[in-house]
């Protein structure tokens, strides 16, 4: 076992000499600070305090900034987006060889020519159809009623035959033409005569007639 042994504290009073030593100690110090004050020993020492501090400013060194990283070019794959996948392979089916028939031998009948066909000759072409020829009639008979022609100014004392063809067809007078006589004349035995009134027939009627002119 542990023996636990105890001690035993006392107090006991400090002696007389040693507080006033202490007084005198502390007084002393008063006083020094005292004639410190006075004699401006105080000042000298606040002046070395509050003489300004020197300090060296240290310039910081800037480093360059580190080169940008290399680009990464990204290269995409050629293959084009959505194309289908190939067709899966797919093996042709089995298709069986066709069978053929043993050929069959059949007697040959020899076949009598044909004959060869008859070519009628070609019909004789139609003669054309002829235009019917204009009948030839007497003027006072096919167009009873007539106009005398007019003779035209500055034609006043000619005189002569004027001979003219009229072509008659559907009860009047078609067609005029001058035979001889006065070209001066022409006109006016025209215009007379296409205003004639004939006799309808079915076919053209071809007359002529005579205009004598005489000074009055």
């Known amino acids: ?55 060296a400013v240290i310039q910081e060194v800037t480093l360059p900034p580190p080169p940008p990283p290399p680009k990464v070019v990204k290269v995409e794959p050629t293959v084009k987006p959505n194309t289908p996948p190939p067709p899966a392979y797919v093996p042709p089916p089995d298709v069986a060889p066709p069978v053929t028939a043993p050929p069959v031998i059949a007697a040959a009948t020899p076949t009598p020519p044909a004959e060869p066909p008859v070519i009628a000759p070609p019909a004789p072409p139609a003669p054309p159809v002829a235009a019917p020829k204009p009948v030839r009639a007497e003027m006072a008979a096919s167009c009873p009623t007539q106009v005398r022609p007019e003779v035209p100014r500055g034609a006043e004392g000619v005189t002569g035959v004027v001979r003219a063809q009229a072509v008659i067809r559907g009860g009047a007078v078609r067609d005029v033409t001058i035979l001889s006589g006065p070209k001066i004349l022409h006109a006016a035995v025209r215009n007379a005569m296409l205003q004639y009134k004939c006799v309808a027939s079915e076919g053209e009627i071809v007359a002529t007639q005579q205009f004598v002119f005489e000074a009055e």
């Open 1 to 55: 076992m542990n023996a636990i042994t105890a001690n035993n504290y006392s107090f006991q009073p400090k002696a007389p000499e040693r507080k006033a030593t202490g007084l005198i100690v502390v007084v002393g110090l008063h006083v020094i600070l005292g004639y410190a004050l006075v004699s401006g020993l105080a000042r000298e020492v606040v002046k070395v305090i509050k003489k300004p501090l020197e300090a």
